[in-house]
């Protein structure tokens, strides 16, 4: 019998053309997959090293792929930046569709396109580097652990301020519980994201010198990525010693409620009397130095309430002790509404005098319309969906020995504005807070990870800031952070109160005193000296 000759052996056409549809869907959808995959990274799987891993694949495809086009290099990245927005916040659905009665197509198409915009940061990183390399002739080893990290975290810090920011689920927040915590308080969420961006470098060289067996230099290229992963999860470690603030005055006594309202109740005119009542029991239960409540758990302005009912929640706070912060939407005029927190003690005397902080950072469509979407908020029938924005730089709370300063909800999101606030108080030698306060509701998203993935935001504001936070929420969650990292909270969608004894903290880190500023430098330097090797090389040939 005669061997088959190499034309025999081709696969007829049909079947090859289908292959190699199945191989461009398979390089379509991995890069999907991979960005999907970090969602199991943070909270409530805490996986964090997934999060590593699953850039350190992303940066692997770069390196090893020299020839391939800017244009390639930008879809990879840009279709993993869409699996990790689309899995990690996919539940906007619920509140467009369930709470906001948008239809299921639109719903799921306007976080289809949310997540195709977050995407296009991971895109324009992994583009940027593609170029860059070419331009400059970058060995793996600059590309891996200068240009890579520097334009992931140029990239992730744009995302938490273009159009406003929509920085959830930035790499940083992943490790809370890691071994690179250590450097939020030095550089906040971005540099604990870089840095893991070079560890994910590290892994890349890590695979190309596995996958490069018995070419000269291997033992090298396989010691030096691991000693630098190394090094930099030990920095981690040995950052959280270092205490960068201290205990100041006495502690409180805090009472956290949790009303537990259902969102689909929560502004209807049948609910609005027990929820008052409600709220007035919870809040005269018992005394406490601070009691507060949720975002709007008052969802009626002043005048809209009967006639006595904050005089009667001030009056229990002058005759208990205690101070209490209401969250309430307030109105300065026509058309003019603010979310708000009132602010209720012993010494304030009237109860038309109480502090009041103003929601700052507003959610885009929430709180506020962008220009030409009005046809789009209209669809979701959100109450009070046009508000004004409080002054970036607000003044604390004082309750007793510790000043409290609030934050609601989204801006919890953005430590960059809470570190500003510290930071500002410290400069004009005006009290600083010493305890940080979130009031929200995210009932919106209803029983979904959007929940634990807060929860961690407001670990990370402890980290960066070395102050605890009270967290006030409606379905949760509901918790006390400490600065040492310990966390107590109530049971999800339950009503209950969060009793405990918390003490505030005085003091600088680095982060309150830099803000983002340490990261950009870093990476803009980091991008310099690539630069600069390029250039010292063609000055020597």
């Known amino acids: 019998m005669n061997s088959p000759s190499p034309h025999d052996l081709r ?65 990879r990245g840009w279709l993993y930046g869409f699996g990790w927005a689309a899995a990690g916040v996919h539940w906007l659905y619920i509140s467009m569709h369930d709470y906001g009665g948008m239809p299921a197509w639109m719903a799921a198409l306007a976080v289809g396109l949310l997540a195709l915009y977050l995407g296009l940061y991971a895109g324009a990183a992994t583009a940027a580097a593609s170029w860059l390399r070419t331009r400059w002739s970058s060995s793996p080893l600059v590309l891996a652990l200068f ?8 990239m992730e810090w744009a995302r938490g301020w273009v159009f406003t920011g929509f920085p959830w689920l930035v790499s940083g927040y992943a490790h809370t519980a890691g071994p690179l915590a250590g450097f939020a308080p030095v550089g906040g969420v971005y540099l604990v994201g870089w840095i893991a961006a070079l560890i994910a470098g590290s892994l890349a060289l890590l695979w190309m010198g596995l996958s490069r067996k018995g070419v000269a230099g291997t033992g090298q290229r396989i010691i030096l990525p691991l000693c630098a992963a190394a090094l930099l999860c030990a920095g981690g470690v040995a950052l959280r010693l270092v205490k960068w603030t201290a205990p100041q005055g006495q502690p409180i006594s805090v009472r956290l409620l949790q009303g537990n309202i259902p969102q689909e109740m929560k502004f209807s005119n049948d609910a609005l ?20 409540t949720p975002e709007t758990a008052i969802p009626l302005l002043p005048q809209q309430l009967p006639p006595d009912y904050l005089e009667r929640i001030a009056r229990f706070a002058q005759v208990s002790g205690s101070h209490l912060a209401l969250g309430i939407p307030l109105s300065d005029g026509p058309q003019l509404y603010a979310n708000s927190v009132l602010g209720f003690g012993p010494g304030m005397g009237s109860a038309f005098l109480p502090y009041r902080y103003d929601k700052h950072h507003l959610v885009p469509f929430g709180e506020f319309i962008p220009p030409g979407f009005r046809w789009f908020v209209d669809m ?11 002054a970036p730089v607000q003044s604390p709370f004082g309750v007793k020995d510790q000043w409290v300063l609030p934050n609601i909800c989204y801006e919890d999101l953005f430590g960059e504005e809470i570190a500003g606030q510290l930071r500002a108080a410290y400069r004009a030698a005006q009290p600083e807070a010493s305890v940080l306060l979130n009031l929200s509701n995210i009932a919106w998203f209803g029983n979904s990870i959007a929940l634990p993935q807060h929860l961690q935001i407001s670990q990370m504001r402890t980290l960066e800031t070395g102050r605890p936070m009270l967290r006030a929420t409606n379905t949760g969650a509901t ?16 009503r209950g109160v969060l009793s405990a004894t918390v003490q505030g903290y005085g003091g600088q880190t680095p982060y309150i005193l830099l803000g983002n500023k340490l990261v950009l430098g870093l990476a803009l330097l980091m991008l310099l000296l690539a630069w600069g090797r390029n250039k010292a090389a063609r000055i020597r040939h």
Do not use: C
Request: glycine content about 8%; aromatic content about 10%.
């Open 273 to 292: 009397v027990a929820t008052l009542g409600m709220y007035e029991q919870m809040i005269s239960a018992a005394p406490a130095d601070l009691i507060a």
């Open 11 to 75: 696969l007829p056409h049909g079947q090859t053309a289908a292959r190699g549809r199945l191989g461009a869907a398979a390089w379509l959808l991995m890069p999907v997959a991979a960005g999907a995959i970090n969602v199991f990274a943070f909270a409530p799987f805490k996986l964090w090293p997934l999060q590593i891993l699953a850039l350190a694949w992303l940066f692997h495809g770069v390196l090893a792929q020299p020839q391939a086009s800017m244009r390639s290099q930008f879809l």
């Open 479 to 494: 918790a006390v952070i400490l600065p040492g990292g310990a966390t107590s909270e109530l049971p999800p969608y339950t």
């Open 380 to 390: 979701m029938h959100i109450p009070l969906g046009d508000m004004t924005r409080g």
């Open 147 to 154: 240009m890579l990290p520097a334009l992931w975290a140029l």
